[in-house]
């Protein structure tokens, strides 16, 4: 059971291993990137989805912090007052202050550092009085004159001294009733910063901080055009790309000072990397996507103050709009990974079987172009691999993917296919016996008659065996896989071939006169039509060897013209027949080979577009 399962799994590491060959490679520039992603931006929904209703108010999690970020608090406070307390609620600091303050109703802070209470009486005063104030003639007695100019003590340490009215702590100072924390005019107060009036508040519509300066100053947000986006791509080294995706919004809502009708230019950009999932399929894969606000246009179409909205706008949409756009991104990338991953469908070769296309690395990123490794596997219509043997390796070890020429200034995409995949595919039409025709009488006008007066002319050993003519069969078999060999501008199809030329008795017995190797030499020219590329070869030379002959040895050159105007007339329409359904070339990023240049050089044959 051990051995088995261990014999298994080398057969299976040796296949696996065999297929990661790499014999077709696609290089593509950023202008055929941005081809495809525009254009399933124009046949896909992507753009529709994003006509909605934006959503306003706090929760969202930001588009490039979803999968690091924990849930924005849910506040329930500064909707009504617009401040950042509770409805009804101020700061209090260490006191119950109702307006903000630090000190409670009537205290002021003297000059050494205590606090005075105005509403009660002293027990004792500096000046013997008894009561709940002191009286101005005590409080005047025994003090100076002043000189021109000069502030009362009373004054300088009071009320615009350290705890008098307007000095630190003072009532209308930065600690105090009106200016301080949570003050009348204060932050938090009534007209301060969060206050009724002032920023955040419900009449403090400019304010920073203000209800109008918060997304739930603008309501009913909702998309209503989406222009096509003008889509650019810049190559990342070792990365991937960087997108930049150019459109115009228009968006309709509602604000406290009317309606409004927003147009808005917005540049997406998105940092993309390209890697490989667990499949073996190349992913492009958002890390970072920003977008930028530029053109911002807004009309009140009904309301006052046009001009004041517009940071407003500004700062809303900035919020709102790479939660709502960034998606177009994902969608378009999902779409283009999508088309990658149908590189590997099965293709159909004719009837005879079949192509796919696999990924056989990660796609090589550079600053001029993406490369992309594939490894094409030929299978017959029956589903076995063609050079692909189960259970063992191939027998020869196969040649390495030359590399691609440097790709001209007006080159967008070039696809290098090996002679080995050429090879393959004709190996198909071996197997199949799609290459093997039976020759008789009659079959071509163009050809003598096939009797053996014929070929008794030629060689006189078959007229002395068989003097009264007979109808002749020329059977062609092609017994090994064709091989191919591609050179700078010239592409060379070597074919063997048996020839048996095989007499019919009376009695309807064939019996083989003689059997022959034919070497051929087939000169091939490529062209693309559609999505294939389509091979037409020719006859160029035959070469001959007499392996078995039933009438004696005979000098077989004496058959070469004969044997050469059967190839070229019956055999060679019969291969291009069969080659004429062509090879399908790989579908992706929506590439058109069909007005492709095509070079054939040493071991390569490039189609350029």
């Known amino acids: 059971m051990w051995t088995a399962w261990c014999v298994a799994a080398l057969c299976v590491v040796a296949v696996c291993g065999s297929l990661q060959e790499t014999n077709t490679v696609l290089r593509v520039t950023k202008d055929v990137l941005s081809h495809a992603i525009s254009g399933t931006l124009q046949q896909s929904d992507a753009l529709r989805s994003a006509l909605r209703e934006v959503p306003i108010g706090v929760g969202g999690v930001p588009y490039n912090d979803f999968h690091v970020r924990e849930r924005p608090p849910q506040y329930t406070n500064g909707k009504q007052l617009g401040g950042n307390y509770k409805y009804g609620h101020v700061e209090t600091n260490d006191n119950a202050a109702q307006l903000g303050g630090k000190y409670r109703y009537g205290e002021i802070l003297e000059s050494d550092g205590s606090i005075r209470d105005l509403r009660r009486g002293d027990d004792s005063t500096a000046y013997g009085h008894r009561g709940r104030y002191r009286s101005a003639e005590g409080r005047l007695r025994g003090r100076r004159e002043l000189r021109p100019g000069e502030i009362p003590p009373g004054v300088a340490t009071g009320a615009l001294g350290s705890g008098g009215l307007l000095g630190a702590g003072g009532m209308l100072a930065n600690e105090g009733i009106l200016a301080g924390q949570g003050g009348l005019l204060g932050g938090g107060g009534l007209l301060g910063d969060g206050g009724l009036l002032g920023g955040g508040g419900v009449l403090g519509v400019l304010g920073e901080g203000g209800l109008l300066s918060t997304v739930q100053g603008i309501t009913g947000l909702r998309i209503v055009e989406l222009t096509l986006p003008r889509v650019s791509v810049r190559l990342l080294p070792g990365v991937g790309v960087y997108l930049n995706l150019y459109t115009r919004v228009a968006i309709n809502g509602k604000s406290l000072i009317g309606f409004l009708d927003i147009s808005v230019e917005v540049n997406i950009s998105a940092k993309v990397r390209l890697t490989m999932d667990r499949t073996g399929y190349p992913r492009l894969v958002v890390e970072r996507c920003d977008t930028l606000l530029g053109g911002i246009k807004v009309r009140l179409l009904r309301g006052l103050l046009p001009n004041l909205v517009d940071n407003l706008v500004n700062r809303v949409l900035a919020n709102v709009l790479p939660d709502l756009l960034c998606p177009i991104v994902d969608v378009a990338l999902g779409l283009v990974n999508d088309q990658l991953g149908l590189v590997d469908s099965l293709i159909p070769l004719g009837i005879l079987g079949s192509v796919q296309y696999t990924f056989s690395s990660l796609p ?165 039509e559609g999505d294939k590329l389509m091979i037409d070869t020719k006859l160029d030379k035959t070469s001959l060897n007499l392996r078995t002959s039933n009438v004696g040895n005979f000098d077989v050159s004496l058959l070469e013209v004969l044997v050469e105007k ?44």
């Not at 296919?417 to 799609?434: E, H, P």
């Not at 071509?444 to 006189?460: C, K, R, V």
């Not at 003097?467 to 090994?480: A, D, G």
């Not at 190839?567 to 790989?586: E, T």
């Open 364 to 528: 090589l990123v550079t600053g001029e172009f993406l490369e992309l490794d594939l490894n094409t596997l030929v299978s017959e219509a029956g589903g076995d691999l063609i050079d692909y043997p189960l259970g063992r390796p191939a027998i020869s070890p196969r040649p390495q993917m030359p590399e691609l020429p440097p790709m001209g200034d007006s080159t967008n995409s070039q696809l290098g296919i090996s002679a080995n995949f050429l090879g393959k595919v004709l190996s198909v039409l071996q197997k199949d016996g799609a290459l093997n025709i039976d020759i008789t009488d009659g079959m071509f006008d163009e050809l003598p008659p096939l009797t053996t007066s014929t070929l008794g002319a030629l060689i006189p050993k078959v007229f002395q065996q068989y003097p009264e003519s007979r109808p002749l069969t020329i059977k062609i078999q092609v017994p090994n896989p064709p091989s191919v060999t591609l050179q700078k501008d010239q592409a060379l199809v070597k074919v063997f071939a048996t020839s048996e030329v095989v007499v019919s008795q009376p009695n309807d017995v064939e019996t083989t006169i003689c059997l022959i190797d034919v070497d051929t030499d087939l000169l091939a020219s490529f062209s693309v």
């Open 566 to 609: 059967i190839f070229d007339l019956a055999f060679m329409p019969a291969m291009n027949a069969v080659l004429g359904s062509g090879v399908p070339l790989p579908k992706i990023l929506s590439i058109d080979f069909s007005n492709a240049d095509i070079d054939v050089l040493e071991d390569l044959l490039v189609l350029s577009t």
